[in-house]
């Protein structure tokens, strides 16, 4: 029986961005069916422990940039550790990406996903600006009102909720976090581990 991962992240996540194609070539590999679930880290932190971005104290900031640009060098994927839209909230992207994979399934959304990431982090566009994520959409084969319309944007709206309350239920506390079984594993630099445990 395939085995089943739940991804659990933030579209502004840059470590998401760094390690999205990489765990999507695992999974493949693996035969592993993947659940696309986008959560609130701004409900998640507050009950977890953790600090947005510019709340962190200035040694942590620091430090960040470091492991950004080491991963870079080291992945070769293209990324501005500091982009002209960060902070920015994630609702909007993340909703839309939870209504791709209703509307066209798993490929679709992490398709949308990766786009979405690369707009923020390699190509410096704004996820919270909606003509800017209405194009995104398009270049990726989607159709922005179709994930738009009231009835798809409701039910994307109760994923969201619940995706995040079972996040946190399950003690998810960062981006990206892979849940095999009763298994977490955060961080792209986890993904050897994922890898390993796939395949058995």
Not at 126 to 153: Q, R, Y
Not at 163 to 176: D, H, K, L, N, Q
């Amino acid at each position: 029986m395939p085995q089943t991962v739940d991804y659990y992240f933030s579209p502004v996540s840059p470590w998401t961005y760094l390690g999205h194609e990489r765990f999507r070539a695992i999974a493949r590999a693996a035969g592993a069916q993947v659940n696309v679930k986008p959560v609130d880290y701004g409900r998640i932190f507050p009950v977890s422990g953790g600090l947005p971005l510019k709340q962190r104290p200035p040694q942590r900031q620091a430090y960040r940039l470091m492991e950004l640009a080491r991963w870079q060098k080291h992945l070769g994927v293209p990324l501005v550790a500091e982009p002209k839209f960060f902070p920015v909230a994630a609702d909007p992207a993340a909703k839309l990406i939870i209504a791709a994979d209703l509307a066209k399934g798993t490929a679709a959304a992490l398709n949308l996903a990766l786009a979405l990431m690369r707009a923020c982090w390699a190509e410096e566009r704004n996820l919270a600006d909606g003509p800017t994520l209405d194009a995104i959409v398009t270049a990726t084969g989607l159709d922005p009102a179709a994930l738009k319309a009231p009835d798809v944007a409701a039910q994307a709206q109760a994923r969201y909720d619940q995706y995040t309350e079972e996040a946190i239920a399950r003690g998810v506390f960062g981006a990206p976090t892979y849940a095999i079984g009763n298994e977490l594993f955060w961080g792209q630099d986890r993904l050897d581990f994922v890898e390993r445990t796939l395949q058995g």
